[in-house]
């Protein structure tokens, strides 16, 4: 019973050592963070399904890059980000455009030839908007509602004012994209709203954007 229990005993404690001499291999890559300039190209929408025409938007932005550990790397970037839709029904239509303040939290996984920069990215992005002014016309085509509106007359009011839509919004993106030499990266992703964006209906933000950043620093260190 003894022997049986020292035998135990001794492959746990290997197991244990080896567990840590691995993970004290791994260690913070030593490349230095790069920083660029970033400019989006953005098909946005929100998630209702009926009368919903899509509209073109725009990012420019900085960002930053700090590789972590293996082909995992850190991309935050700052944008200002105008993005819109148009909803057109039977009543009248609204035509809503803002201008916000984005921050993305990006985590890209790289894989290719590090040594030449080049190689596919898969990114997932957590990211904050808040919205800073814009334009919303609604038109009326009942004439019931002769109080605030008249009948087939565009009425524009603040995008953010009370009674409005909100100004803050938290999502995900989803990308796929490819690193061509430290310099230049290219990414196209999908982007996923979680808040309701009006004080008047469930809407949510929805979106594709395509996008390019330069990187002015590649100079890189090793391990």
Not at 54 to 75: P, R, S
Not at 94 to 102: A, C, H, P, R, S
Not at 182 to 194: R, T, V
């Amino acid at each position: 019973m003894k022997k049986y229990l020292l035998i135990i005993v001794s492959v746990l404690l290997c197991y244990e050592t080896f567990a840590q001499m691995e993970v004290s291999t791994v260690k913070e890559s030593r490349d230095p963070w790069k920083f660029g300039i970033n400019v989006n190209a953005t098909y946005d929408w929100v998630n209702q399904p009926k009368y919903i025409e899509k509209q073109y938007g725009a990012k420019v932005g900085v960002a930053g890059e700090k590789h972590l550990v293996y082909n995992l790397y850190f991309k935050p970037t700052f944008n200002f980000w105008k993005k819109g839709y148009k909803s057109v029904f039977p009543q009248g239509s609204v035509d809503v455009d803002g201008y916000f303040l984005d921050f993305e939290a990006t985590l890209e996984l790289k894989f290719g030839d590090e040594r030449l920069g080049r190689g596919f990215i898969f990114s997932l992005t957590p990211f904050f908007t808040y919205g800073m002014f814009g334009n919303t016309s609604w038109t009326n085509n009942d004439a019931t509602d002769a109080e605030n509106y008249t009948a087939g007359v565009s009425k524009t009011v603040e995008t953010f004012a009370d009674g409005n839509l909100h100004k803050e919004d938290v999502g995900y993106m989803f990308g796929i994209g490819y690193d061509f030499n430290h310099h230049w990266e290219l990414d196209a992703k999908y982007i996923m709203g979680f808040v309701n964006i009006g004080r008047w209906n469930n809407y949510r933000w929805r979106g594709f954007s395509i996008g390019v950043t330069y990187f002015f620093q590649s100079d890189k260190k090793r391990y």
